[in-house]
């Protein structure tokens, strides 16, 4: 499934390579601190890090530099793609990058792991807010350079903004809509004034955005795939690559940022080396032979059963668990409503009844998942039971752009009987259909026009195919020509972003705070326009759009809360995704050659940045 777990433009990993120091106490950015200078920025409430930290809490201050992690990645965004690449230009929608190539490009400012949507100043030292909030002045470290050692400016940064906003991929482009300009005031000095109508956590995206190389994008076209490592100035560079095949990043000793306290027990590694493959078991086979030294999976059979070969057995590579983080998340196959034959709801429905969950979890993943019924489990934003006085109150004005459902209980995915062909529901979603329009035609399902009923599930690893192959049968039990199309990794990029599916797997991932940006970019109407955008299903619904806005200048979470329960309740009654199924927990196979801190952090688990590589560990496995 495509994912991008800890979104970079939703305060990713990437933050964390950059990060602050700052003059003035803690402050909160729903207080309206404007006319100072600030060391961070935080969504609610006291920043967690004082102007003098001396580095997150999280990280091991003395981890040692050295050594490589060779890993296939978990977790992706933008254009990039796990099982190939042919250009190395992430930013842009053009083309299949590798992921990572963030790791090489600084932000203005840096997000921790272990703090809810708060920024740190990172290429930036500080940051001050004018009085109406449109305007955020930014004050430049003397000592950001890129790696070919130029000073990195203030001129660098605001062209980079102005240069995504015309030319960046959608999910960059689209977050810029509301910044009016974005202008140099001298080397150092960078302001970015946007135009009133943007949210007042809209700079949480902004600003941790890559700094693009002016003198290096002046000479060179953004837009067109290369294989060409552009000018950076982050942590790591591209040390050397085979397409498609492999990919490194060395980790550039004389980083600007090394001793800062943002950047103090991260980017540990000497390499950070990707591998990557097509299809999942040559994967997991690399793993065992140790080619691949760290291995998420997410195949519960796999860690179930198939973990079982000499280095783990010897102890020399080993399996362990890591809570999940505490941030809302979402998986399900998002249905492609722009498509005539998915208009009617009842349509969506009767296709999700014909997904037996308890069966799969007991036949395939040995009962290792929890059903999905909430866009926001794992947090305080899931809808229960019926609506609060304080939902009430946002749902009864909207009351005649939505189901009546949506003032009862919160809607949950029915459960099966576990028998994987489930009578019941059968017959139910055999009404559901009759109710839609489609008509019985011998053993088959046609519309109006005489048209059979077809689905196309669209996947890009053969894993899928035992997964779906049940929900294909009873599918056809009830007289719908399903399918399952496998394509290869560049074809299925390409169709998602055009669109060019009917159902597909997906999980996503909205950061510890949802922000106006990020759900909107998951759910607004005007991101199913365009392509290369995460509205997938092609959801237009004004009710959704009326509380996305909303979010946009909430002044506490106990207000986003409410906002978001509502939300989540609407969002249920569009049937624009068949919810599946969700984990507690990181599965984590790794050669047994890593340190790590006791303690993971809560918000995010970028392992490349802040585990480092053992020595005596590795010279005891044979890996030294």
Not at 414 to 430: E, M
Not at 520 to 540: C, H, I, Q, V, W
């Amino acid at each position: 499934m495509t994912i991008n777990r800890r979104q970079f433009g939703k305060i990713s990993a990437l933050a964390l390579m950059a990060g602050g120091l700052a003059v003035m106490p803690r402050v909160s950015l729903a207080s309206n601190p404007t006319g100072k200078r600030l060391h961070g920025l935080s969504a609610f409430g006291e920043l967690r890090y004082p102007a003098d930290y001396t580095h997150f809490d999280y990280v091991n201050p003395d981890a040692p530099k050295g050594g490589m992690l060779n890993f296939s990645v978990p977790n992706w965004g933008f254009n990039q793609n796990p099982q190939t690449f042919d250009t190395l230009n992430s930013f842009v929608l053009k083309g299949n990058a590798p992921p990572r190539m963030e790791l090489c490009f600084d932000t203005l400012m840096a997000a921790p792991a272990d703090e809810a949507s708060a920024l740190y100043g990172s290429v930036a030292e500080t940051v001050e807010i004018s009085q109406d909030r449109n305007t955020y002045t930014f004050h430049l470290r003397s000592e950001p350079r890129w790696h070919d050692g130029t000073p990195l400016t203030a001129h660098d940064v605001a062209f980079s903004y102005e240069l995504l906003k015309k030319n960046g991929h959608p999910q960059l482009a689209l977050s810029l809509n509301t910044l009016d300009k974005a202008e140099a005031l001298d080397g150092r000095t960078l302001k970015l004034t946007f135009n009133g109508k943007q949210s007042d956590r809209a700079i949480l995206t902004v600003a941790v955005m890559p700094i693009l190389s002016k003198a290096f994008y002046t000479e060179n076209e953004f837009t067109r795939t290369t294989m060409t490592s552009p000018l950076t100035s982050g942590g790591y560079k591209v040390k050397r690559l085979n397409a498609g095949n492999f990919i490194e990043y060395e980790r550039v000793e004389n980083y600007w940022a090394k001793d800062m306290p943002f950047s103090v027990g991260l980017g540990n590694f000497d390499t950070i080396r990707i591998e990557f493959y097509r299809d999942r078991q040559a994967a997991f086979e690399a793993f065992k032979k140790g080619k691949v030294t760290y291995r998420e999976e997410f195949t519960s059979k796999t860690w179930a059963t198939e973990y079982d070969f000499p280095a783990m057995n010897e102890g020399r590579a080993k399996q362990e668990l890591f809570p999940a983080e505490k941030v809302p998340s979402f998986q399900g196959w998002a249905v492609n409503r722009r498509s005539e034959k998915f208009k009617d709801n009842r349509t969506v429905q009767a296709i999700g009844l014909c997904f037996d969950f308890e069966w799969t979890n007991k036949n395939f993943f040995y009962e290792a998942y929890s059903r999905t019924h909430s866009f926001f489990m794992g947090s305080e934003f899931q809808a229960e039971g019926k609506p609060s006085v304080d939902e009430l109150a946002l749902l009864e004005p909207l009351r005649d752009h939505l189901d009546p459902d949506v003032f009862e209980d919160a809607y949950l995915q029915p459960a099966s009987n576990g028998s994987g062909r489930d009578r019941k529901r059968l017959r139910a979603a055999s009404t559901l259909l009759k109710e839609a329009g489609w008509v019985q035609k011998g053993r088959s399902l046609v519309d109006v026009n005489g048209k059979p009923f077809t689905i196309e599930f669209l996947i890009r690893s053969p894993t899928f195919e035992r997964i779906l192959g049940k929900f294909v049968a009873n599918l056809k039990l009830i007289g719908v020509d399903a399918n399952i199309r496998l394509v290869d990794p560049a074809q299925y990029r390409s169709r998602l972003d055009s669109y060019d599916f009917d159902i597909t797997g997906l999980a996503r991932s909205y950061g510890a705070t949802p922000t106006k940006d990020s759900l909107e970019k998951l759910f607004g109407s005007e991101f199913a326009k365009t392509n290369g955008n995460a509205n997938y299903p092609g959801l237009e619904n004004a009710a959704v759009d009326a509380l996305i806005e909303k979010t946009g200048n909430v002044k506490s979470r106990d207000e986003l809360t409410v906002i978001l329960k509502a939300l989540d309740r609407v969002l249920r009654s569009t049937h624009s995704w068949i919810p599946n199924w969700y984990s507690a927990n990181h599965r984590v196979a790794h050669w047994d050659m890593f340190g790590y801190p006791e303690t993971k952090p809560d918000f995010a688990f970028p392992v490349e940045l802040y585990w480092w590589f053992d020595k005596d560990k590795a010279a005891a496995i044979g890996k030294g």
